[in-house]
């Protein structure tokens, strides 16, 4: 008996509900609910924080007891409510394949890997910050000194007429040689780079020979770049040697050294995740494989497996991981198979097609990067622009494109990753020479009922339709690119048809 029902009439399910229909409730009434989906709707966003607030208790097993015996005011998390908005999209983070596939690392990878290239940018940025008072007062003192001379050209460098404006002021246009571009005086540096000195050039440098370009702005970039390294302790000597580094490869020496460590610890990573995966694997298989695999065994197998599935589906991108998962195990464990059988021409092929597959998901997840690349691009074009016709609902469509392009990109990328840590499971699985090879031949065919539940797996009748936000926005832009597609490829049936 239940001292407070107020969570459970808020996500309509009963007090005796499992955690599983408590999951696919909160499922429904957020897509439901959830403030995108009602804008005209002033109660929407109390509605959205009360199904949020019910779901994070209910679906806490100590939480649900405390508040089950005592009511709301006893079962408040430690760290308070989460943000509905924040929650909704963690919630859905597929937790539950953690033992299937393991951690995804690809944002982790991406964002690590950008914030050491971008690392001496924000340094230099940093420094040019905290000498921002000093460089502003720079031209102000110079003015002072120099009168109305100094917007005259000087063919002083300008590290000299920086340090010392006494000697640079008496100089006139007549007595000096012809002013010099900055490309032409100065030692290439990273302002040179960051600071383009002519608008939407398209080249981080001056063309040589631009005396047109006014000198004074590009003295001035000079000053702030050498009070930005001076201010880092660069010596002159270190800033030649970084400008070497950089026209090599566009990194410092540090950060190759620091990429190719990340590249050594996330290869740790990976190969301790594939032999993590490859004993739960086989531990999961066991249930089978260790027994007479009768009929009674066989069944109660899959049924395990079922009772799995029903609650895999409800993650987010669930069917679509369940579906990569099911086609690497069906693929490995055939192979494998096939392998065994007469001299194993059978087996060759299936490596062959399996090396195909792998070069067409490469392909699929460039294209795919591209694509939300070229949409986002577009957009950005199209804002510039502005005018009538970029209204806000125009805005609006196209940020939504844009998001589900970045998805789809984004999911590619994780399918990627995550049947290439499978592929390297099942190896571990199928190819331990510690294990006789009967009962290698065993686990694979166990690989393949559960690739073939995976692949078969769907949502209830009654669920169909009801997408996740994400998957939602995922599968309409994947229409409309075939939708694009189609389009023209029949416009060039027609066209040929015509010339024929």
């Known amino acids: 008996m239940v001292?407070?029902?107020?969570?459970?009439?808020?996500?309509?399910?009963?007090p005796t509900a499992t955690e599983l229909e408590i999951k696919k409730a909160y499922r429904k009434l957020?897509?439901?609910?959830?403030?995108?989906?009602?804008?005209?709707?002033?109660t929407a966003h109390e509605k959205f924080q009360a199904i949020g607030?019910?779901?994070?208790?209910l679906s806490d097993e100590q939480l649900r007891k405390q508040y089950d015996k005592f009511g709301k005011e006893s079962a408040v998390p430690q760290s308070g409510?989460?943000?509905?908005?924040?929650?909704?999209?963690?919630?859905?983070?597929?937790?539950?394949f953690v033992d299937w596939i393991g951690e995804i690392s690809l944002m982790k990878d991406l964002t690590k890997t950008m914030e050491i290239s971008m690392r001496e940018m924000e340094e230099e940025e940093a420094a040019a910050k905290a000498e921002a008072p000093s460089s502003s007062s720079m031209p102000t003192s110079h003015t002072h000194e120099t009168g109305t001379k100094t917007a005259e050209p000087s063919a002083a460098s300008p590290p000299n007429l920086a340090e010392d404006t006494t000697t640079a002021a008496p100089k006139t246009p007549s007595s000096a040689e012809p002013p010099k571009s900055y490309v032409e005086t100065a030692e290439p540096s990273a302002a040179a780079a960051s600071q383009p000195t002519t608008p939407g050039?398209?080249?981080?440098?001056?063309?040589?020979?631009?005396?047109?370009?006014?000198?004074r702005p590009a003295i001035m970039d000079k000053s702030e770049e050498d009070a930005r390294?001076?201010?880092?302790?660069?010596?002159?000597?270190?800033?030649e040697l970084r400008e070497k580094q950089k026209k090599k490869g566009g990194l410092t020496k540090e950060q190759r050294e620091e990429l190719a460590a990340y590249e050594q610890e996330r290869k740790k990573i990976r190969d301790e995740r594939v032999a993590t995966?490859?004993?739960k694997l086989v531990d999961r298989i066991s249930v089978w494989t260790e027994t007479d695999k009768g009929a009674d065994v066989t069944h109660a197998f899959r049924e395990k497996t079922r009772l799995e599935i029903e609650n895999l589906k409800m993650e987010s991108f669930g069917l679509e991981i369940m579906h990569a998962v099911g086609a690497t195990y069906l693929m490995k464990a055939h192979s494998f198979l096939k392998s065994q059988k007469f001299l194993g021409i059978s087996g060759f092929f299936s490596r062959v097609k399996d090396k195909g597959t792998l070069v067409k998901e490469t392909w699929n997840t460039m294209s795919a990067a591209i694509d939300a690349q070229l949409t986002m691009e577009e957009m950005a074009k199209l804002e510039e622009k502005g005018g009538e016709e970029w209204t806000d609902e125009k805005k609006a469509e196209y940020e939504k494109k844009v998001t589900g392009k970045i998805l789809a990109a984004a999911w590619r990328g994780s399918k990627?990753?995550?049947?290439?840590?499978?592929?390297?499971?099942?190896?571990?699985?199928l190819n331990d020479k510690k294990v006789k090879l009967d009962k290698r031949v065993e686990r694979a065919q166990a690989l393949v009922i559960i690739g073939e539940m995976f692949q078969k797996a769907e949502r209830d009748p009654e669920e169909e339709g009801d997408f996740m936000a994400f998957e939602q926005l995922m599968a309409e832009a994947a229409a409309k690119k075939e939708s694009k597609h189609d389009k023209k490829h029949k416009d060039k049936k027609e066209k040929e048809k015509e010339k024929a």
């Open 416 to 429: 990627f990753e995550i049947q290439s840590v499978l592929r390297d499971v099942c190896d571990a699985v």
């Open 277 to 279: 995966l490859a004993k």
């Open 3 to 14: 001292v407070d029902t107020t969570y459970y009439d808020a996500l309509q399910v009963p």
């Open 201 to 215: 050039s398209g080249t981080s440098t001056p063309r040589p020979g631009g005396r047109q370009i006014p000198l």
């Open 81 to 96: 409510f989460e943000d509905p908005a924040e929650f909704f999209t963690m919630i859905f983070g597929g937790e539950a």
């Open 229 to 239: 390294l001076e201010a880092a302790g660069i010596t002159d000597a270190e800033k």
């Open 53 to 57: 607030e019910a779901y994070q208790v």
């Open 30 to 42: 957020a897509i439901k609910l959830h403030p995108d989906k009602n804008p005209g709707d002033e």
